[in-house]
């Protein structure tokens, strides 16, 4: 779910009806405000959607499991303009359906549809597309969302392709600078996390690990070079994209365990018995400094977001799973959670 203004986003599936459902909600009641369905038949394969919409209070778009992208009025659910990603693009399916969840940047969405273009800009208003990177090594789309990064002053866009990470220009869609030093062959699922000017932190499952590129530019060219990297028994993520906050990363490892890392790569704590998830599947997120983490079972932890020492706070039962993998909305102290055939609304006092 996405939560803006009071209103609840999820992009749903109508198995009855074969059909993408994205549902607007009252945060307050869960009543439902407004629907928009459009035909597609999609496999259940660990649920069907998996992808969080974009919202402004213009906007909403969706990245469906079959690579449909909408944008529609938030408020009235009125439909502007939509995109099959396949048939206008090249795009491949990933395996388990998309992944990536759009990025509505000011007036533009930014998608990452692989095939033609590697990533593209669209104006929300218009569904006109402004730029397009090329895609010279053509690498497919993955389940990896495009991130924001300020580098050198400038914004750019960094994004997990299928053969390795690139960096574009947001101005136009220049291809600054990409590198095959991380790529992962069964499913790139984590986003990357920039943590400062000219590094970002790469990650994944599958025995991937996780690598720190350090960017540079030189004689007017990007150059990414590898930093950092660790083996997966240190850190991994399988599925959700790791927190960085206060200087520190705080991520689930292949084990299940939470870890708490500085940016040197040293662990300073697990969550020992604790665990988040078969290979690293429970989603966590962050408000006010406490940590929320569920496991794969739908028990919720709330933690203290420190680097000294684990400290779990409280626990609680909160859905019967399983696979409790939905990536949680925490907003107005209200916190979305979800497993594959319930979502529920909390009230966590924030």
């Avoid at 919202?55 to 009235?76: A, E, I, N, Q, W």
């Avoid at 991380?182 to 699922?189: L, V």
């Amino acid at each position: 779910a996405a939560v803006f203004n009071g209103a609840v986003y999820v992009l749903d599936y109508d198995k009855a009806e074969r059909a993408d459902l994205l549902r607007c909600l009252s945060l307050a009641d869960g009543q439902e405000i407004w629907r928009y369905s459009y035909p597609v038949r999609v496999k259940p394969n660990h649920g069907m959607s998996r992808t969080i919409p974009a919202v402004t209070d213009k906007y909403v778009v969706t990245l469906g499991p079959m690579c449909h992208v909408t944008c529609l009025d938030s408020s009235s659910g009125e439909v502007l303009w939509t995109k099959d990603l396949v048939k206008q693009f090249g795009t491949t399916v990933p395996e388990w359906h998309a992944g990536q969840c759009p990025l509505i940047d000011g007036e533009r969405v930014i998608i990452a549809p692989g095939g033609e273009a590697l990533l593209m800009a669209v104006d929300c208003k218009s569904g006109q597309v402004l730029w397009k990177s090329p895609n010279p090594q053509r690498w497919t789309m993955t389940h990896s969302s495009v991130m924001p990064m300020e580098f050198n002053e400038k914004r750019t866009f960094v994004y997990c392709a299928s053969g390795g990470v690139a960096g574009v220009s947001a101005d136009d869609g220049r291809l600054l600078w990409e590198t095959g030093a991380f790529s992962i062959r069964q499913a790139t699922i984590a986003s990357p996390v920039p943590v400062s000017q000219n590094k970002v932190f790469i990650s994944g499952g599958y025995g991937a690990g996780a690598l720190m590129l350090e960017l540079k530019e030189e004689d007017d060219k990007v150059l990414a070079s590898e930093a950092l990297r660790l083996k997966p028994q240190v850190f991994g993520s399988y599925q959700h994209t790791p927190i960085f906050f206060n200087g520190y990363l705080y991520g689930v490892r292949p084990d299940g365990q939470m870890v708490c890392m500085d940016l040197a790569g040293k662990t300073t704590w697990t969550s020992g018995t604790d665990r988040f998830g078969k290979e690293g599947g429970g989603p966590y997120t962050l408000g006010n400094g406490l940590l929320y983490a569920m496991n794969d079972d739908g028990v919720l932890s709330l933690i203290e977001a420190t680097p000294l020492v684990y400290k779990r706070l409280a626990q609680a039962k909160v859905l019967n799973g399983p696979e409790s993998w939905g990536p949680m909305a925490l907003a107005g102290g209200r916190l979305i959670v979800r497993d594959l055939s319930r979502m529920v609304c909390l009230d966590v006092g924030q």
